[in-house]
């Protein structure tokens, strides 16, 4: 069920759903109710919601407060852990004493999960290249993380055994907890860190009782990976195959149908692959006939520049 935020609209009518002295205002256009859901926190203070795909936060008020507040306190386990829900209901502003904030309106319950969140949501304030502070010195070893604001993460792990820099790209964002989670879909991996609010991410403790941390260095920079090499390729493929595009705008996620929306065009970018790769008739047609996406191709990239 994806939430409807363009419904929502920018203005709301004044009705009265408040309590304990709070007003909903806003203008004389009745408010549009959307299908809504994030991750949901009731506490003694008050009940917060964190929209699922923007990670904002607001006061969550309105008629079905109560039935949002018994189904959580059934469902949670431990006071203030954040659950799953799913609702319909409007934005609008809420004033307490002399005070308007932004509030999301429930006007119905649907559905509450303890056992699910929303997906982690890049935070731009966090994005930048990261750097491993600890080393072992019996063990050396260099490790850089890329993270973006679109929620790519491209790692650089140099073992100094004369082969060069391992590149790993997965996604990360943070979750309703302030963790920042790194996810490595390949090792089927997920890495938690806390972020101190300037420069360092701070991850669990090791089996040696240290901690690893990671310092912000500089600006995150795809340009050099296989990933800013394949989205180059793939740009400018589809731009003369008339699809203009911008490298940034490719993700691993797209699909190359969404690039090369014509017979033609995938023709082109097929015989563009077979002479990039150097493949020859039977290497062609074992490789390239199962590629689909744009990870798949970073992955072909990856290969080419190790071998």
């Known amino acids: 069920m994806k939430p409807c935020y363009t419904c929502i609209p920018l203005v709301f009518m004044l009705i ?8 909903e205002t806003g203008s004389v256009d009745t408010p549009l109710d959307a299908d809504l859901m994030g991750d949901v926190r009731v506490t003694t203070a008050d009940t917060i919601i964190r929209l699922c795909g923007t990670g904002k936060r ?3 008020s309105g008629p079905a407060m109560d039935t ?38 429930a006007v119905n319950y649907q ?5 699910l969140n929303c997906e982690p949501v890049p935070d731009p304030r966090i994005s930048g290249r990261y750097k491993l502070e600890q080393n072992d010195p019996t063990h050396p070893r260099s490790i850089l993380l890329d993270l973006f604001d679109d929620g790519v993460v491209i790692m650089y792990s140099d073992l100094y055994d004369g082969a060069g820099p391992i590149e790993e790209n997965g996604h990360w964002g943070t979750t309703a907890d302030d963790l920042v989670n790194i ?7 997920t890495m938690s860190y806390h ?5 360092h991410l701070n991850g669990n403790k090791l089996p040696n009782g240290m901690a690893l941390s990671l310092l912000r260095t500089g600006s995150a920079d795809r340009n050099p990976s296989a990933l800013g090499r394949a989205t180059r390729w793939l740009a400018a493929a589809a731009t003369a195959n008339g699809h203009p595009c911008k490298p940034t705008d490719i993700s691993p996620s797209t699909e190359l149908s969404e690039l090369f929306t014509t017979e033609g065009a995938r023709t082109s970018l097929a015989v563009a692959a077979r002479d990039t ?10 490789t390239w006939t199962n590629i689909s996406n744009v990870q798949e191709v970073v992955d072909l990239m990856r290969a080419r520049i190790h071998n």
Request: charged content about 25%; aromatic content about 18%; hydrophobic content about 30%.
């Open 277 to 286: 790769f150097n493949w020859n008739e039977e290497e062609f047609k074992l």
């Open 195 to 199: 972020w101190d609010g300037s420069s």
């Open 58 to 60: 607001y006061r969550l």
């Open 68 to 105: 949002i507040a018994d189904r959580y306190r059934y469902a949670v386990s431990r006071k203030g852990n954040w659950a799953k829900l799913w609702f319909k209901g409007h934005l609008g502003t809420i004033t307490s004493a002399n005070h308007t904030d932004s509030v999301f309106f």
């Open 183 to 189: 996810k490595w879909p390949k090792r089927d991996q």
């Open 111 to 115: 559905h509450l999960d303890a056992s």
């Open 16 to 23: 009265s759903c408040g309590s304990q002295g709070d007003t």
